[in-house]
């Protein structure tokens, strides 16, 4: 399925083009307040998931390959942890930050007085800002945004940031020390994670938040934590199996007609597609004829896209309601949060990876053990 070399891949442009897809997605939510029956995914999958949610899945895939290899190639943990604070916060902070000081008070009443300013700053729960800052999570501000059908709602985007950073400190934990030449932790895992996501699509109320401590709820909702694990596992046991796993075009269409039935007959799209969605994805990713290796060369727009797409679309919507459609927010948001994404990449993200350490060969890394 791969090539020799790893790095001719198209990771950058699906990577650009999923994060495009949430923002489309999110144009229906956000003009509408709901998904349910309105946005395309939910039509297509019978309101099983929504295009946004199923590029976010396709994004923890992409990410379980390309961070185990970071981490087998990072020699030591900490170095590995390094790299991905450096990736993750820097941008994520400024964002957060932007969320609360820029585009909430833009968001305030529309005749933009001090009074609905200071309004805005007063009715911050400064205790969870900081909690929420420090453990990855979506800015709560004040009150803004107050006639639109999502109300104070300035970057729900970044929900899923923490629970990538969860992810990232998974694989330490199952490839500790003695257990960093072997495959089985990851595949034991992913077996494990996946019989618990059966058991939420069967039976969803025997898993909820009252299972789990009230601590842990402050910092994460555990329920996702299966259904957005998975799809991570699954792209890094790809990793392991690169060398194995062939490109058949056949085993592709059969892959793309089992998610089409998962969503148009069979309400089992969860269950399906960590394993179809993971193939097509790496079929796409390392296609002989798709050659797009040198896409972000310029600068990688995805992350910036996903950290601003959704306060431009909140204040495009606040100030042009009445005049947009989903489909003409989509037009105004994207060039908008481009912008924003590629001066967020060269004026942020980019300037912190500097700091991150040169490649170091792995002395482990190659698990061919079972």
Known sequence: MTTENLRNNNFDLLRFLLATLVIFSHCYVIYYGKLFDIEPGMILTRNQTDLGGIAVDFFFIISGFLILQSYLYSGGIFKYLKKRFLRIYPGYFVAFVLSILL???????????????????????????????????????GQCFTWLPLKAQLNESLWTIEYEFICYLLLPLLLFRWLIGKKWPIVASFIVIYVAVILQHFFPSAVTEKHFPVALLYVVDPVLIPRLMVYFLAGACFYLYKEKIRRVDSIALIAFVITVISCVWIKAIDLVLPFTGTYLVFYLAFHP?????????????????????????????YFLYKHLSPVRLFVLAVPLTYLLAWLSWHCVEKVFLQFKNRRVAPKAAVLNHP
Do not use: E
């Open 103 to 141: 585009f909430g008070p833009l968001g305030t009443l529309p005749d933009h007085s001090m009074a609905s300013l200071k309004h805005y700053f007063v009715t911050i729960d400064k205790k969870l800002l900081l909690l929420n800052i420090f453990t990855l999570q979506k800015p709560v501000g």
């Open 289 to 317: 004829r798709i050659k797009f290796h040198s896409f972000a060369k310029k600068g990688d727009l995805s992350y910036g896209m996903y950290l601003y797409a959704w306060p431009v679309q909140q204040l495009l919507t």
